[in-house]
């Protein structure tokens, strides 16, 4: 079980105070945006000033004390990713990469000469589609009305269709619906193809299992970020086996992808170093790994304990809000803790921009990249049109919705807090002024400073 006050203490953003329209005094604030970015701890900072102070310098190419200090820190890493996920190293490696979106772009890069099509679900991050469309031929597989993935859908498509990969997301970043990854797994190696998981949501907050290669739901390219699993910003990495890793060239090729080059020839280095183009980040890694440590200790289990608890708690309290319509119908059990919503007809950018000028609370609002299903869940049919206006110059709203997205070290007072603002804004009762068109904060006469 997980001591709330403890975890607390670890991070600092916990500290950060901000005046807030119609108050005399500095508020909390209440960070409910995990499911964007979240915050390092001590320990990960400590880690990452400690090599930036006193052991900076770049990895593999030299002899003295800092470079071989470097390296040694620098190698752990792919060790600390192995067994965070529970990877075997002989026929598997875990190539590092700058964020998400680069892994799973590498990975349809490494796919692009197999034959067959690429079956993406409808509830994807951009990041897990458009890398896809961009590669080779893409099929989508559905999902149902309460958010979940269609199953039957993907089985339908995978007897149907010549498919090579099957590419899904481990949890949705709109419904954190949790998605059986290896269920979804076997039914692709049942029709020969391979699965790659989009584990960006999921990384900080479930354990992962990518189980070994000879099992029927082994997870063949599985791609995550540091920056959603409490370290800083620019690290991340792809798992994924060697054959397919060291069969084409480089992602990126350049410095250390090779083992030696003639005027005339080149060979490359296998992976991870074939695709590590240049200078990698590596006070970046040291701190995904120090944060993946952090976590081991935490327990992860002990973590989705802490996050079911308070998301049912969250979507009972927020029954009590009049007008709010919750997208997805995924019980507290299945879902992460990442709840979206839309408050009648209110714009999703005019409840977003209260909830932070006038509570200090802060959530995402928008389309959360993943278009499709967003539209799905509204019952909107008028994505064509959009982008029609869209390219016309047309600037108008799009729509969207609001999310809140907890953390290891939100609580159940954060909730009431968020909930009874929601009421306030429901009951149409805010202080400051608003333009409801473009949902813009009106801040004339506000001082808006952070202490």
């Not at 190539?95 to 680069?102: E, F, R």
């Not at 958010?147 to 954190?176: I, R």
């Amino acid at each position: 079980m997980l001591d709330i006050d403890h975890i607390r203490e670890e991070f600092p953003i916990t500290k950060k105070r901000f005046q807030v329209y119609g108050s005399t005094e500095p508020k909390n604030l209440i960070y409910l945006d995990h499911g964007a970015s979240t915050h390092p701890c001590s320990t990960v900072l400590n880690k990452y000033i400690d090599f930036i102070k006193n052991y900076y310098s770049n990895v593999h190419r030299g002899k003295h004390y800092l470079s071989m200090i470097a390296t040694e820190l620098f190698e752990r890493v792919y060790d600390t990713i192995f067994r965070f996920i529970n990877a075997s190293k002989p026929d598997n490696a875990i190539v590092l990469t700058a964020n998400t979106t680069s892994a799973l772009d590498m990975t349809a890069w490494l796919m692009k000469d197999y034959e067959g099509i690429t079956l993406v679900s409808m509830m994807e991050h951009h990041s897990n589609d458009l890398p896809h469309r961009h590669r080779g031929e893409v099929l989508h597989f559905g999902v149902n009305k309460d958010g979940t993935l269609d199953m039957h859908d993907l089985e339908h498509k995978l007897a149907k269709h010549k498919v090579k990969l099957v590419a899904v997301t481990g949890a949705s970043n709109v419904t954190g619906s949790i998605n059986d990854i290896h269920k979804i797994a076997e039914l692709a190696h049942k029709h020969g193809a391979r699965i790659l998981v989009d584990a960006a949501q999921i990384l900080a907050h479930k354990q992962i299992d990518v189980k070994p290669n000879n099992d029927p739901q082994h997870i063949d390219f599985l791609a995550a970020a540091g920056h959603k699993a409490y370290a800083p910003f620019g690290s991340a990495f792809l798992f994924g086996p060697r054959e397919v890793l060291d069969r084409v060239q480089p992602y990126t090729p350049g410095g250390g992808t090779v083992l030696f080059v003639s005027e005339h020839d080149y060979i490359y280095a296998s992976s991870p170093d074939r695709h590590q183009g240049g200078t990698p980040n590596i006070a970046g890694a040291i701190a995904l790994a120090e944060s993946l440590n952090f976590l081991s200790v935490a327990g992860l289990d002990n973590v989705r304990q802490h996050e079911v608890e308070l998301t049912d708690y969250a979507l009972s309290r927020l029954k009590d809000v009049p007008e709010i319509n919750i997208l997805g119908d995924i019980p507290a059990s299945n879902r992460l803790g990442v709840i979206t919503f839309n408050i009648g007809e209110l714009s999703n950018g005019l409840v977003a921009d209260i909830l932070n000028h006038e509570a200090a609370i802060a959530t995402r609002n928008g389309r959360f990249c993943a278009h499709p299903y967003l539209s799905f869940l509204l019952g909107r049919s008028d994505s064509e049109e959009i982008i029609e206006r869209l390219r016309r110059g047309e600037k108008f709203d799009i729509g969207g919705a609001v999310r809140i997205s907890f953390g290891i070290y939100n609580t159940e007072s954060e909730v009431d807090d968020v909930v009874e603002n929601l009421k306030m804004i429901a009951n149409r009762k805010w202080k400051a002024k608003y333009d409801d068109d473009s949902a813009y904060f009106d801040c004339k006469g506000v001082q808006l400073s952070a202490s």
